[in-house]
């Protein structure tokens, strides 16, 4: 049995928990609340409070889940890199986490960010169309987690953290025009598609392609994020003006209410195209967005706990994006996804 700290547990947080504890894994959970069914498990250590005053408590050397709100998921980077952790990393932060290689490869740390569904898995399907295909010539991505009907409020719930949501929303989208990176406005580019089973969504730009504008050689790149009609024109017309609790009310997340998470993505070039569909309903009360990104988290927790960073992943000491863990350690985790039940389509 190995042990493993996880900072956070909300909706994701708390799936990616209860996997660690299933593969056999001790947890430590840290937050400012904590389930009560957490507090009895004998596997897990609970301490509530703030993630910082509690880091500095942490044996070093340890395999830590960073699934903090990004507005605070940056600030405990270096802190757990100074001491020698290993960290998987979910918190989608605005500040780039390569600005910590040199306190990661000084204490011979590895942290892996961005490890949920969009970015993530959708990293990992550019980078296999990459190595595939060669140099790209357009890559495009749209996902989106939404309920499976419309209704006459919003039409969305937030499984994770409002305040990331709101960021994807008012965020700057840095893309990628004939070969220059630019940043546009977030919600541009609105149009409407047809999802498969569910009818005609709207897709806007967000700022979710982050490292592989870096990584990927590709002349034209953009990430699209996939709402219910409507939803953006009430965000435009009210959101922006309403308080985060006023929001957090709005979306609060109705376990009750079906839902769904689904991602394309597409990369072309002349040798080629390779389409990809990854696709989730929900399974035994877990929703499909807890799922798609909480597999991810836990599938790189497991390898970093059970084979290590280099072993597992191909990781040396260092920061590192998705699309930087080996060809095995990417078919590992969409194997792990799709024995759990989600859906990958190929074509």
């Given amino acids: 049995m190995g042990s493993v700290i996880a900072l956070g547990c909300g909706l994701v947080g708390r799936f990616v928990i209860e996997r660690l504890i299933q593969a056999g894994h001790h947890v430590t959970v840290i937050d400012l609340t904590i389930p009560e069914a957490f507090h009895n498990h004998p596997n897990i250590e609970a301490r509530e409070g703030d993630a910082t005053e509690h880091i500095a408590d942490l044996s070093p050397n340890q395999t830590v889940v960073n699934m903090l709100p990004g507005r605070i998921g940056d600030f405990v980077r270096p802190l757990l890199l100074e001491n020698g952790h290993n960290v998987v ?29 969009a970015p993530g898995i959708s990293n990992m399907l550019v980078k296999q169309a990459y190595n595939a295909l060669g140099p790209l010539d357009d890559i495009s991505i749209k996902v989106g987690g939404n309920p499976c009907e419309m209704d006459d409020e919003w039409s969305y719930m937030a499984p994770f953290s409002p305040s990331d949501v709101i960021e994807e929303y008012t965020r700057p989208a840095r893309v990628r025009i004939d070969g220059e990176t630019v940043e546009v406005p977030a919600l541009s580019e609105r149009h ?46 009210e959101g922006r003006h309403m308080e985060e609790e006023e929001l957090l009310a709005a979306w609060t997340f109705d376990s009750e209410r079906k839902e769904f998470t689904w991602l394309e993505v597409q990369a072309s070039n002349d040798a080629g195209t390779r389409t990809t ?71």
């Fill in 89 to 117: 990393d979910l918190a989608f932060t605005a500040e780039d986490p390569h600005r910590h290689q040199a306190i990661a490869e000084a204490n011979n740390a590895v942290l892996l960010w961005d490890v949920g569904i």
């Fill in 192 to 237: 409407d598609i047809e999802v498969a089973g569910f009818g005609t969504m709207e897709a806007f730009l967000t700022d979710g392609l982050r490292s592989v504008l870096d990584t990927i050689p590709c002349r034209t790149m953009k990430e699209y994020t996939v709402r219910w009609p409507g939803h953006i024109d009430r965000w435009v017309d």
């Fill in 277 to 347: 569909i990854v696709q989730d309903t929900g399974l035994n009360g877990d929703g499909s967005m807890a799922r798609t990104t909480g597999l991810v988290t836990a599938a790189c927790a497991l390898l970093f706990i059970e084979r290590g960073p280099e072993q597992g992943c191909g990781l040396a000491p260092g920061v590192h994006p998705p699309e930087g863990l080996s060809a095995e350690a990417m078919q590992h985790i969409m194997d792990y996804m799709q024995r759990e039940g989600v859906a990958f389509h190929f074509d």
